[in-house]
C-alpha cells in the first residue's frame, strides 16, 4: 500500500511556534492551502494558541507553553491537516482602489510593460482587468502582497535598490503587485500610484486588508487622483464590498 504524501510539513518554530509549510516555492495552490488552514485552526480554537498568521505558502501557529506544549499542539494541527482541503469558496471582500498610470506617478510602467512584452496602455490593462487575492500581509504593517498576475508578469526585481518610494505606491515583480507602506529600500519596480494607506494605527482594525480579500485597481487620470489624494474622508477613493 502506498502511503497518502502529506500536504504539508510541520516544523518547529522558536520555542513557542509550529510552522506549518504547504510548499518551498510561491503557488496558487499553495498559498490557497495556507490561507484555508489558517481559518481552519483559528475555527477549532486550539487552547494555549497565541497566534495564528499564514503567509505566502505556510501558517505560523504560536502558543503559550504555560497552557501547553509542542507535542499537544502538533498532534491537534496533524489532525486538522489529515482532515484538510484547500477552500474553493470565493473572497470574503472585493476592494476597489483607484491608481493613476501616468509618468508622473508610474516612473517605471515602461520599462515593466517592456518586459512583460507590452505596451504601458497593455499593461495597465492588464492590471484594470486583473483581480488578484491579498497572499500575505507582511515586512511592514498591513503592507499587502498581492497575486497572481498573468505569466508574462513574471518579472525579476531590479538589481538595484530604489531608495524609497512614496506611501501607496503600486509597485510589481514575480507576478505580484504590492501598496507599498514602508519608508525602505525596495528591489520592486514603481508602476502605479494610489492614495490608499494599508495601515491605519489610529483605527480598531489598523490592517485595512485581510489575507484572502480580493483586489482590482481602477485606472484614474491625474487631475482625479489628485483630488482623491486631497480628500481625507475616504481611505484613498476606495470602496470595499463584503461578498459573503
Not at 491537534?76 to 470565493?90: F, I, K, N, W
Not at 508578469?153 to 506611501?167: A, F, G, N, V, Y
Not at 502605479?192 to 485606472?219: C, I, K, M, N, W
Request: glycine content about 6%; overall charge negative; proline content about 8%.
Amino acid at each position: 500500500m502506498i502511503a497518502k504524501e502529506p500536504i504539508a510539513e510541520l516544523l518547529p518554530l522558536g520555542v513557542d511556534g509550529i510552522l506549518v509549510r504547504f510548499s518551498r516555492i510561491l503557488t496558487e495552490e499553495a498559498n490557497a492551502h495556507a490561507l484555508s488552514f489558517r481559518d481552519h485552526v483559528q475555527d477549532a480554537a486550539l487552547e494555549g494558541l497565541t497566534e495564528v498568521a499564514s503567509s505566502l505558502v505556510s501558517v505560523r501557529v504560536g502558543f503559550d507553553p504555560e497552557q501547553t506544549d509542542r507535542p499537544t499542539v502538533t498532534k491537534a494541527l496533524q489532525a486538522l491537516l489529515d482532515r484538510h482541503e484547500a477552500t474553493t469558496e470565493g473572497p470574503r471582500r472585493l476592494w476597489r482602489i483607484p491608481a493613476a498610470f501616468s509618468p508622473a506617478f508610474a516612473p517605471q510602467l515602461n520599462e515593466v510593460a517592456a518586459l512583460a512584452g507590452l505596451t504601458p496602455e497593455q499593461a495597465v490593462a492588464q492590471i484594470e482587468a486583473a483581480t488578484v487575492r491579498v497572499i500575505a500581509i507582511g515586512f511592514a504593517p498591513g503592507q499587502p502582497y498581492l497575486g497572481m498576475l498573468p505569466d508574462n508578469w513574471d518579472i525579476p526585481r531590479q538589481s538595484e535598490l530604489t531608495k524609497s518610494l512614496p506611501p501607496g505606491a503600486l509597485i510589481t515583480a514575480v507576478r505580484q503587485l504590492i501598496i507599498w507602506a514602508a519608508d525602505a529600500p525596495t528591489g520592486w519596480r514603481h508602476i502605479g500610484q494610489t492614495a490608499f494607506r494599508v495601515y491605519l494605527p489610529e483605527t480598531a482594525t489598523p490592517f485595512a486588508f485581510e489575507p484572502g480579500d480580493a483586489v482590482q485597481f481602477q485606472s484614474v487620470s491625474d487631475t482625479d487622483y489628485r483630488a482623491i489624494a486631497a480628500n481625507t474622508d475616504t481611505n484613498g477613493g476606495a470602496t470595499c464590498e463584503v461578498l459573503r
